[in-house]
Protein backbone atom coordinates (compact mmCIF):
# COMPACT_ATOMS: atom_id res chain seq x y z
CA UNK A 1 0.00 0.00 0.00
CA UNK A 2 1.55 3.45 -1.11
CA UNK A 3 1.77 6.16 1.77
CA UNK A 4 -0.94 8.95 1.16
CA UNK A 5 0.08 12.87 0.89
CA UNK A 6 -1.70 13.18 4.12
CA UNK A 7 0.36 10.19 5.57
CA UNK A 8 3.83 11.59 4.59
CA UNK A 9 3.06 14.61 5.88
CA UNK A 10 2.32 13.29 9.35
CA UNK A 11 5.63 11.35 8.99
CA UNK A 12 7.11 14.12 7.84
CA UNK A 13 6.21 16.63 10.73
CA UNK A 14 6.37 13.82 13.42
CA UNK A 15 9.96 13.48 12.41
CA UNK A 16 10.75 16.94 12.18
CA UNK A 17 9.31 17.77 15.75
CA UNK A 18 11.05 15.19 17.59
CA UNK A 19 14.59 15.80 15.97
CA UNK A 20 14.60 19.45 16.19
CA UNK A 21 12.61 20.20 19.35
CA UNK A 22 12.79 16.99 21.58
CA UNK A 23 16.42 15.55 20.44
CA UNK A 24 14.18 11.86 18.95
CA UNK A 25 15.43 10.27 15.95
CA UNK A 26 13.25 7.80 14.57
CA UNK A 27 14.80 5.09 13.01
CA UNK A 28 12.65 2.56 11.66
CA UNK A 29 9.97 2.07 9.37
CA UNK A 30 6.25 3.00 9.71
CA UNK A 31 4.72 0.16 12.37
CA UNK A 32 1.01 -0.85 10.35
CA UNK A 33 -0.16 -0.64 13.96
CA UNK A 34 1.84 -4.03 14.35
CA UNK A 35 2.98 -2.48 17.42
CA UNK A 36 0.91 -3.39 20.11
CA UNK A 37 -0.47 -0.86 22.34
CA UNK A 38 1.55 -1.21 25.77
CA UNK A 39 -1.18 -0.87 29.09
CA UNK A 40 0.09 2.54 29.84
CA UNK A 41 -0.23 5.00 27.48
CA UNK A 42 -0.91 8.69 27.61
CA UNK A 43 -2.71 10.45 24.24
CA UNK A 44 -3.28 14.07 23.77
CA UNK A 45 -5.97 15.59 21.21
CA UNK A 46 -6.37 19.09 19.96
CA UNK A 47 -8.98 20.45 17.49
CA UNK A 48 -8.46 22.54 14.72
CA UNK A 49 -10.30 24.99 13.15
CA UNK A 50 -10.15 26.78 9.05
CA UNK A 51 -10.64 24.74 6.09
CA UNK A 52 -10.41 22.40 7.04
CA UNK A 53 -11.01 21.49 10.58
CA UNK A 54 -10.76 18.48 12.48
CA UNK A 55 -8.31 17.25 15.11
CA UNK A 56 -4.94 15.61 15.63
CA UNK A 57 -4.49 13.11 18.38
CA UNK A 58 -1.12 11.80 19.44
CA UNK A 59 -0.55 8.59 21.99
CA UNK A 60 2.47 6.76 22.90
CA UNK A 61 3.16 4.82 26.05
CA UNK A 62 3.84 7.08 29.28
CA UNK A 63 7.52 6.08 29.59
CA UNK A 64 8.97 6.68 26.65
CA UNK A 65 6.54 10.10 27.09
CA UNK A 66 8.48 10.54 30.31
CA UNK A 67 11.55 9.95 28.87
CA UNK A 68 11.01 12.93 25.99
CA UNK A 69 9.77 15.13 28.15
CA UNK A 70 13.15 14.19 29.96
CA UNK A 71 15.21 15.29 27.20
CA UNK A 72 13.05 18.84 26.24
CA UNK A 73 13.00 19.74 29.77
CA UNK A 74 16.85 18.83 30.18
CA UNK A 75 15.85 17.36 33.11
CA UNK A 76 16.34 13.64 34.62
CA UNK A 77 12.77 11.78 33.81
CA UNK A 78 12.66 10.81 37.31
CA UNK A 79 12.67 14.26 38.53
CA UNK A 80 9.49 15.00 36.75
CA UNK A 81 6.22 15.00 38.06
CA UNK A 82 3.07 13.34 35.77
CA UNK A 83 1.82 16.85 35.64
CA UNK A 84 5.10 17.91 33.47
CA UNK A 85 4.83 15.01 31.20
CA UNK A 86 1.45 15.56 30.65
CA UNK A 87 2.37 19.38 29.52
CA UNK A 88 5.16 18.45 27.52
CA UNK A 89 2.87 16.17 25.30
CA UNK A 90 0.47 18.67 25.18
CA UNK A 91 3.28 20.52 23.63
CA UNK A 92 4.46 18.34 21.20
CA UNK A 93 0.86 17.19 20.28
CA UNK A 94 0.61 21.33 19.57
CA UNK A 95 3.97 21.35 17.65
CA UNK A 96 2.83 18.50 15.38
CA UNK A 97 -0.13 19.69 14.41
CA UNK A 98 1.02 22.97 13.94
CA UNK A 99 3.51 21.41 11.45
CA UNK A 100 0.89 19.29 9.49
CA UNK A 101 -1.27 22.53 8.84
CA UNK A 102 1.39 24.06 7.85
CA UNK A 103 2.09 21.75 5.36
CA UNK A 104 -0.98 21.32 4.11
CA UNK A 105 -2.20 24.18 4.15
CA UNK A 106 0.23 26.90 4.34
CA UNK A 107 -2.20 30.28 2.96
CA UNK A 108 -4.70 29.40 5.07
CA UNK A 109 -4.76 30.43 8.87
CA UNK A 110 -5.52 27.79 11.41
CA UNK A 111 -6.91 28.27 14.58
CA UNK A 112 -5.36 25.92 17.43
CA UNK A 113 -7.35 24.66 20.08
CA UNK A 114 -6.24 23.85 23.71
CA UNK A 115 -4.24 20.53 23.82
CA UNK A 116 -6.26 17.76 26.53
CA UNK A 117 -5.11 14.48 27.77
CA UNK A 118 -8.01 12.05 26.74
CA UNK A 119 -8.94 8.27 27.12
CA UNK A 120 -6.66 6.54 24.96
CA UNK A 121 -8.12 3.94 22.21
CA UNK A 122 -8.04 3.39 18.92
CA UNK A 123 -8.01 6.60 16.58
CA UNK A 124 -10.90 7.43 15.27
CA UNK A 125 -12.84 5.83 12.45
CA UNK A 126 -12.03 7.72 9.34
CA UNK A 127 -8.81 9.02 10.57
CA UNK A 128 -5.82 8.76 8.80
CA UNK A 129 -2.93 7.23 11.15
CA UNK A 130 0.92 7.49 11.27
CA UNK A 131 2.02 4.99 13.93
CA UNK A 132 5.94 4.11 14.23
CA UNK A 133 7.97 2.25 16.87
CA UNK A 134 9.19 4.39 20.10
CA UNK A 135 10.25 3.20 22.25
CA UNK A 136 8.81 -0.77 23.59
CA UNK A 137 6.05 0.39 21.68
CA UNK A 138 4.81 3.16 18.92
CA UNK A 139 4.02 6.86 18.73
CA UNK A 140 0.93 7.44 17.28
CA UNK A 141 -0.81 10.52 15.24
CA UNK A 142 -4.28 10.19 14.28
CA UNK A 143 -5.70 13.62 12.16
CA UNK A 144 -9.19 13.72 11.28
CA UNK A 145 -10.47 16.33 9.23
CA UNK A 146 -13.85 17.34 8.37
CA UNK A 147 -13.50 17.60 4.55
CA UNK A 148 -9.73 15.23 2.93
CA UNK A 149 -6.90 17.34 2.64
CA UNK A 150 -5.43 16.75 -0.92
CA UNK A 151 -2.27 17.18 -2.10
CA UNK A 152 -0.95 20.65 -3.89
CA UNK A 153 -1.92 20.50 -7.48
CA UNK A 154 2.06 20.39 -7.80
CA UNK A 155 2.55 17.10 -6.11
CA UNK A 156 -0.64 15.45 -7.29
CA UNK A 157 0.92 16.20 -11.14
CA UNK A 158 4.28 14.43 -10.11
Same mark, same amino acid.
Given at each position: MTESFLERVLR =???VDVLEKMFFVSILDEPSDNATPPVADEIAVRLSFEGKPS???TVQLGRSV???IAADFLG @???GELSDS?? @?EVMCELAN???GSVLSRVEGAVTFRLGAPAIVATGPPPAGAVVYSVPLGPAAITVAMITETPICPPAA =?? @?S
Open positions: =ESLGSLARS @AEAQV @AMIC =ES @A
